[in-house]
């Protein structure tokens, strides 16, 4: 199965901060994506990817940047943090493939105060 | 938009039990349809696809697809302490990317 980690797992900000969450995948997929979850909301697609060098804005990419440096890596940038972001994010990985399946990380606990 | 609901938010079935979870959509020119299951604490994990009309059956786990009345569920039975989790309906949308818009979630506890 698709091995994708998260780091941190929890990080406290403060409002006006910088924030980079990290993701890594191992398992060569082409697309990658950013998610937000939140109670009554379930998961929001905020950025995502088709490969290194590329990044797309998903359904909620307001406050939000990413960046795909390469094919395993993707990371989650908040340039000014602010307590509407404080969730828990979560990446995944996946093929191309229009049946393939999406494999997720274990998440990160933001907490901005 | 693509639109995706799910009911009950929230459901109990004792251990043994049968547990359905409903999903309906609103673009009837979806045609993958995925289940996922996040346990507390954990990120969420492909349960179950079905991409055809009709019923797909893994283990105690059924799934069973209806595009013409947008309509998607998931029963299990035989259910146990080990099932309780969020369960999520997914869709995917939009002509590239493999984006998948999720519902809210139903939040399944069984009990012993």
């Known amino acids: 199965e698709a091995a994708v980690t998260q780091s941190p797992r929890n990080k406290v900000a403060v409002t006006g901060g910088k924030v980079t969450l990290s993701c890594n995948q191992t398992n060569n997929h082409n697309n990658m994506y950013w998610y937000r979850q939140d109670t009554g909301h379930g998961l929001r697609l905020i950025h995502y990817?088709?490969?290194?060098?590329?990044?797309e804005k998903g359904d909620i990419p307001d406050g939000y940047k990413a960046s795909r440096p390469s094919q395993e890596n993707f990371s989650l940038i908040l340039e000014l943090a602010t307590p509407s972001q404080t969730s828990v994010y979560f990446c995944?990985?996946?093929?191309?493939?229009?049946?393939?399946?999406?494999?997720f990380g274990p998440g990160t606990r933001l907490l901005v105060l | 938009q693509q639109k995706v609901q799910q009911s009950p938010e929230s459901l109990i079935v004792p251990e043994g039990g049968m547990a359905s979870l409903n999903c309906t959509f609103s673009?009837?020119?979806?045609?993958y349809f995925w289940w996922y299951r996040q346990h507390s604490g954990e990120g969420p994990k492909a349960l179950m696809s079905i991409f055809s009309n009709g019923d797909k059956k893994e283990g105690r786990f059924t799934a069973h697809l209806n595009k013409a009345s947008l309509y998607v569920s998931l029963h299990i039975k035989d259910s146990q302490p080990s099932d309780s989790a969020l369960y999520f309906c997914?869709?995917?949308?939009?002509?590239?990317?493999?984006?998948?818009?999720f519902g809210t979630g139903t939040l399944l506890s069984v009990k012993p």
């Open positions: 995944a990985s996946g093929g191309t493939g229009g049946a393939d399946t999406q494999y």
């Open positions: 990817s088709y490969g290194a060098g590329s990044t």
């Open positions: 673009d009837r020119n979806s045609q």
């Open positions: 997914a869709v995917m949308y939009g002509g590239s990317g493999n984006k998948l818009i």
